[in-house]
């Protein structure tokens, strides 16, 4: 019922940009909280960006400044502007968000199937 989807990833040079977008679609009433993620090869998974319903944002250190995490809440979507990017933040990146579904008001955490970014030195 409650889908999310990313897309924007690709090969890009290092110091390039890219703009990864998560489109939340079903029977949705809004989204509290919603989050990018990324896993290299042989890494565990880290969290890089958080959004709330507020916009409060909070960034992990290693994207501080190079990234940037906003969301459309008409359109049930979230971004995420990469910039000044480096071999470093070769990676799949996911989106989650906690959604509140329509009528039930019951809130989930719901996942992505994930994008994958590459970057070249």
């Known amino acids: 019922q409650v889908q999310l989807v990313e897309s924007g990833g690709g090969l890009v040079q290092a110091g390039g940009s890219l703009r990864l977008t998560c489109a939340a679609s079903?029977?949705?009433?809004?989204?509290?909280?919603g989050h990018w993620h990324r896993q290299a090869p042989g890494k565990q998974r880290e969290l890089v960006a958080t959004?709330?319903?507020?916009?409060?944002?909070n960034y992990a250190d290693s994207v501080k400044g190079r990234f940037t995490i906003t969301s459309d809440n008409a359109k049930n979507t979230v971004y995420l502007q990469m910039n000044s990017l480096k071999p470093e933040d070769t990676a799949v990146y996911y989106c989650?968000?906690?959604?509140?579904?329509?009528?039930?008001?019951?809130?989930?955490?719901?996942w992505g199937q994930g994008t994958q970014v590459t970057v070249s030195s």
């Open positions: 079903g029977s949705i009433s809004s989204i509290n909280v």
């Open positions: 959004i709330t319903s507020g916009g409060s944002t």
């Open positions: 989650s968000a906690a959604i509140v579904e329509r009528v039930t008001m019951r809130v989930r955490a719901y």
